[in-house]
């Protein structure tokens, strides 16, 4: 059984504060994609990465697709209320068709 | 365009029923993909159809089961419900690589199941 661990599971901080979010697993990524999901709502795509070492900007948000291919993180600059949600990545691993979700990290940011 | 459609959007039922949710793809959209949500176990993968074949199947039993119609909309099935089976299920479409492409998710059912 393939693993997707994603840390933190739970982040609390205050607007204008930066935060990071992470996403490791053991066995290397064909591709990894990351999504928002907000309560009452399905996951909507934030972004896609296929490259080792690849980083990818959308507005205040960073991700990166670690060399390897195995881990990817997703900084966020300068936090508003509105980035509130659950922030899932998912990986299709090498030989697979399918996405593997983690189990996601929420995030609340307070005025 | 219209997004993903799932109907119902939330339902109740009692253990031993059966139950069938629908998911209406974006137009054009031919892979069709279903998750099951639950706060301890995250997203799980279920099956995925493309022009009405099964061409996935994640690790459920068999009460779990699906299809897909000639115009891509695709339903599932959980016969003999249990407690368990209560969570949000999520359909998700894409164009044509299923994974490959992202996926668009619908806004799900949330099934109770008392």
């Known amino acids: 059984t393939q693993l997707l661990e994603q840390s933190p599971q739970f982040l609390s901080i205050q607007e204008g504060e930066n935060l990071t979010v992470y996403c490791n697993s053991s066995?290397?990524?064909?591709?990894l994609q990351w999504y928002r999901q907000e309560p009452g709502e399905g996951p909507v795509l934030l972004v896609t990465v296929v490259t080792g070492g690849e980083v990818k900007k959308l507005k205040r948000l960073t991700f990166q697709f670690g060399d390897a291919r195995k881990d990817s993180s997703l900084h966020i600059t300068a936090a508003q209320p509105g980035d509130t949600g659950l922030y899932l990545c998912a990986g299709q691993y090498l030989g697979y068709s399918t996405l593997t979700f983690g189990k996601g990290t929420m995030l609340l940011v307070s005025p | 365009k219209a997004g993903v459609t799932q109907t119902p959007r939330y339902l109740i039922k009692t253990r031993g029923q059966q139950v069938t949710l629908s998911c209406s793809p974006i137009s054009g959209h031919r892979s069709v993909s279903w998750y099951q949500q639950t706060p301890g176990q995250g997203l799980q993968f279920l099956f995925e159809y493309f022009s009405e074949t099964q061409r996935n199947k994640g690790n459920f039993p068999g009460r779990f089961s699906g299809r897909q119609f000639s115009n891509s909309r695709s339903e599932m099935n959980v016969s003999t419900l249990e407690l368990g089976d209560s969570a949000l299920y999520l359909c998700a479409s894409s164009y044509d690589r299923g994974a490959l492409d992202g996926y668009t998710f619908g806004s799900g059912t949330r099934l109770t199941v008392v």
């Open positions: 066995s290397v990524f064909s591709s």
